[in-house]
């Protein structure tokens, strides 16, 4: 028998009580080491590779794939589990062609992640409504989908946790659990004016991250308004410089997504009254 199909014979399910032995072995090396997919993939791979006489490479180059998918799939599931992200939105999800105020191909660009190679923040401002936080948890899940620590919060409850971390005496790993995700969003920046305490928080995490990882954060208001937000304009310029040196800066001004929808949503139960009162028989007089 050539050396090839005696390669491959080798492959196929075991049909001796020698080949048994080496099957039930093979599955005892993968589950001591955990790769419960390839063995639970074992015996297809067997199969093919007797019917696609597949090489002992070809055969194990398969087999790894199943375990190492296996692994690509759950690691994506953890991340979005551990980015609490609010919504299933994608950015496929996001209607370009209905937003004139949000140019597509700078979203795109952005959705290729390469902004996080380099720490680089990205800033949504617009008017409530618009798409922004829509936008930052399509680009946040896009990268949890390709591998990176991922974690969404808005301002508000970011510095909530912390104050509770503070009283409890671990702020250290409070600020910690901020600052080491590869990517972290910031929702509603500016949505409420901060006090001393808040917005001290929120700058030891944004200088925490400074030139270490990405921040995206949306505000409808313009960063000129963010001194009076903060309640400090010293403060504020600190955060501003931090978060534009390597920033960039997406403005949305184009009509409401909401509003869009509310509209759609009314004129469906307009039309469907309207259809239903017309095909209402009227009814007839009493003589």
Not at 122 to 151: C, D, E, Q, S, W
Not at 171 to 197: H, M, S
Not at 229 to 236: K, Q
Request: glycine share 6%; with cysteine.
């Amino acid at each position: 028998m050539p050396a090839a199909t005696a390669a491959v014979a080798s492959l196929a399910p075991p049909a001796t009580p020698a080949q048994a032995a080496c099957y039930q072995r093979l599955r005892g090396h993968l589950a001591e080491l955990k790769l419960n997919a390839a063995a639970a993939a074992l015996p297809a791979v067997l199969d093919a590779a007797r019917d696609e006489d597949l090489t002992v490479v070809e055969a194990l180059e398969r087999l790894m794939g199943v375990q190492a998918h296996a692994s690509q799939t759950r690691r994506a599931d953890n991340n979005l589990r551990f980015a609490s992200l609010p919504a299933p939105w994608s950015i496929d999800d996001y209607d370009f062609s209905a937003q004139p105020g949000i140019e597509e191909s700078l979203i795109r660009e952005l959705a290729c992640l390469r902004f996080l190679d380099d720490a680089t923040n990205v800033i949504f401002i617009g008017p409530p409504g618009v798409g922004k936080t829509m936008l930052a948890i399509g680009l946040a899940r896009t990268a949890a989908l390709t591998g990176h620590r991922t974690y969404f919060t808005t301002c508000e409850d970011l510095i909530r946790r912390l104050q509770r971390a503070l009283a409890e005496h671990r702020f250290a790993t409070g600020l910690r659990f901020f600052t080491q995700p590869k990517l972290l969003v910031i929702d509603e920046f500016g949505y409420r004016r901060l006090d001393e305490d808040g917005r001290s928080l929120l700058f030891e995490v944004i200088n925490g991250r400074y030139l270490k990882g990405s921040i995206i954060t949306t505000s409808h208001v313009g960063i000129s308004g963010w001194a009076e937000r903060l309640g400090d304009p010293m403060l504020a310029a600190a955060l501003i410089d931090r978060l534009l040196h390597r920033g960039i800066i997406a403005a949305i001004d184009g009509p409401s997504y909401r509003m869009r929808a509310h509209q759609a949503h009314t004129d469906t139960l307009r039309r469907g009254l309207t259809a239903s009162t017309s095909s209402t028989p009227a009814k007839a007089s009493t003589p």
